[in-house]
């Protein structure tokens, strides 16, 4: 439980120093403007201490009320499972991997990897689930990278965030470009959290305090859409943005499904 809650608790012990300071600045203002006397020393010393006394037994309670509340919320439990019909779009399963590469999501809840082809234009899509975040199981976390520091293959070699069509929706999106000793790929990636799609990684954390805070559950997915590329990007630019406009909705539909939204 405390591994769940660190930020919160670290964000009131800041609340509390912080108004700790502003009152002692105060009294000490407050001493300079009337005088040195003893008499006002023994005033202002107490009423601020009895302010941060009252901030801190506020803070008590409220800390005991929301555990008791995140106690109520629902844990991990079993793993969902990733299943999305193409049904009635011109993109096919292709059984045969386009690549080599997948994104380093460490211990996603439940994760759907899948290639698709369509003409001559093929995709992976990925897709990294995660329910009951606790430490070192997060959705949005530093060590959740397209390419990890200790990949000697794979390189990651530059990085932009652009509009994207996804679905019905415009939405930003990250794109990526990476390169191994035999492929070169063109990936696109976002978060999904709380039936909101985006790329920032801030707006993804503040998705996930709001859902809980409201007692919805903190399910969110990362999702990747990669495809490969020789030299110049426009040609796999538009194989990934047919593909997100194409597939993505039965991505969306799923995400929605699994979550109780």
Same mark, same amino acid.
């Given at each position: 439980?405390? %591994? ?29 403007? =009337? ?56 993109? !096919?399963? #292709? ?42 199981? #997060? ?5 959740? =990278? %397209? ?11 530059? #990085?932009?965030? !652009? ?76 194989? %990934? ?15 929605? !499904?699994?979550?109780?939204?």
């Amino acid at each position: 439980q405390f %591994l769940r809650n660190r930020s919160l608790v670290l964000g009131w012990c800041c609340f509390l120093f912080w108004a700790g300071s502003f009152w002692s600045e105060e009294g000490s203002a407050s001493s300079r403007d =009337v005088g040195d006397s003893s008499a006002v020393k023994a005033v202002s010393i107490p009423v601020r201490y009895w302010v941060v006394v009252g901030l801190l037994l506020t803070s008590a309670l409220v800390w005991r009320v929301y555990g008791y509340w995140l106690d109520s919320l629902p844990e991990a439990g079993s793993a969902p499972v990733l299943q999305m019909s193409t049904e009635g779009q011109s993109w !096919r399963p #292709e059984p045969t991997a386009i690549t080599d590469w997948q994104p380093n999501f460490e211990q996603p809840t439940t994760l759907l990897k899948q290639d698709y082809v369509e003409q001559r234009n093929k995709v992976m899509l990925y897709v990294a689930y995660y329910r009951g975040q606790v430490q070192d199981r #997060e959705l949005v976390s530093s060590r959740n =990278v %397209l390419v990890s520091t200790i990949n000697k293959h794979w390189g990651n070699v530059g #990085e932009t965030v !652009r509009p994207a069509k996804v679905g019905n929706f415009s939405i930003m999106v990250r794109e990526t470009r990476l390169r191994s000793p035999e492929q070169r790929l063109l990936v696109w990636s976002w978060y999904w959290v709380d039936g909101t799609q985006t790329a920032n990684d801030y707006y993804a954390k503040w998705l996930e305090a709001k859902a809980r805070f409201l007692g919805r559950s903190d399910d969110g997915a990362a999702i990747v859409l990669a495809t490969p590329y020789e030299e110049g990007t426009d040609a796999a630019e538009a194989t %990934l943005q047919k593909a997100a406009r194409d597939i993505m909705p039965a991505v969306s539909a799923m995400l929605t !499904r699994i979550s109780g939204r």
